[in-house]
């Protein structure tokens, strides 16, 4: 198996943020709702009725683009894609075909190890969403179907990429980044729990070396990025072993089957004729003026990739943390909202990696609820004063808890944070009589360390700063802590 390559494409298609459908009123908010409660005549395809472009969706579809680096199109056309399922009320989808609104861009995917590489985008266009099939209520199965319309009419973009993607971690790779560009854009929530981004996979193997494509199969119904890696693996296997035993791989429509973890033949592929394309002469050809182009373009805004970099320069961070923060847009207008000096940015970077990510996880709560919990510029003074040595990690830790479940009030104008620190009885213990008398008890309660430090041997000072910090309670100035145990030994 090892003599073959995959060779991939992806098609993914990403529902657009807009508040309506693609073309009429009727909310985007159905995912969940009762059953045919947000449909009119035109997305259920009643007889009369004209679709009428959705701007906001046409916006953000080239905001995509844009954000992409595909080139605009002045001009494109919708074009209705003939087929009859139950869940497509007009018998036909509007899509875009001979002229999409965008082509020719591309993302650069990054391994493991930090290389990167581009994927290219072969083009971008627009279309609606289809209804979907009921084929059982609760756990009971049923003996027909049941069509609920509430997602006919969405707006969609489909994004084909080029067959660039070589392995299933590329495939994870491209999905993660192209998740990541449309979120920061705003173009997508690219929540594919609802449904929001689904992908199909155009498979082939082609022997190592060797320049033209094999026969490829398409895998549908991919519901995950991980499903992606799984359904892709699983093909490799499936046509290396079809191959290895002289066989042809046959041309077709596949469907990944989640639970028996493999793909399964659908239907031998459709050839675009049988679609019968044709412009949609409802719709008018949707020319984009120059300047709307512009501001279109002027309205991306810092994309995952330039925030990594900047995090990086200006704040000094190491490329690993600059990806954490980068890969969420909320938690990265988080560090950024808290406009750390570079000075201290490493450990408000520590802190939010650590602290705030743990608590976000145990809590299951989005990122974009961090700002509400702990306010940015708090958690800044915070990470300061750790920098600083005004305060250990360890009170940090317990400061950062209280703050978080709102035990203590953040600092007000009167003294900053240090001040709310002390009066949490947190605040570091430079008293040298009180420090003194923790050396003793410490030195008494370890009498061989002792003993060994008062013979020269200066390593066994750990264990009596350990000893002092768990005495103190982490309160201990450790540089005072130091400086008294050396004095005590020698005295
Ligand atoms: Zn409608």
Known sequence: MASYEMVVGLEVHAQLATESKLFCSCPTDGF??????????VCTGQPGVLPVLNRRAAELAFRAAAALGCRIAPLSIFARKNYFYPDLPKAYQISQYELPFSEHGGLEIRDKE????????????????AGKLLH???????????????????????????????????????????????QYAGVSNCNMEKGEMRCDANVSLRPVGAEKFGTRAEIKNLNSSHNVKLALDYEFARQAEILDSGGRVVQETRLWDAE?????????????????????????????DAAWVERVKASVPELPAQRRARLASEFGLSDYDAEVLSADKDLGDYFLAA?????????????????????LNAENLPKAEAQGKIK?????ELAQVVAEGKISSKIAKEVFARLWDGKMAGPDAHGGIMAAIE?????????????????EEALAANPKAAEDLRGGKERAAGSIVGAVMKLSKGKANPALVNRLIKEAVKA
């Open 32 to 41: 969940g709702a009762p059953p045919n409660s947000r449909i009119c005549p």
């Open 114 to 129: 930090g290389h990167t590489q581009r994927v290219r985008i072969h083009r971008i266009h627009m279309e609606e969403d």
């Open 136 to 182: 059982a209520v609760g756990s009971e199965k049923l003996d027909y179907s049941l069509v609920d319309f509430n997602r006919a009419g969405t707006p969609l973009v489909e994004i084909v990429s080029e067959p660039d993607i070589r392995s299933s971690d590329e495939a994870y790779a491209y999905l993660t980044a192209l998740k990541e560009i449309l």
């Open 260 to 288: 028996r973890g493999a793909t399964a033949s659908m239907r031998s592929k459709e050839e675009a004729h049988d679609y019968r394309y044709f412009p949609d002469p409802d719709l008018l050809p949707l020319h984009a």
């Open 339 to 359: 406009k750390p000096e570079k000075a201290f940015a490493k450990t408000l970077s520590n802190l939010m990696t650590s602290e705030l990510l743990a608590r």
């Open 376 to 380: 940015p510029g708090i958690l800044a």
């Open 423 to 439: 009066k949490q009885g947190l605040a570091q213990v430079s008293d040298e009589g009180q420090i003194k008398a923790w050396i």
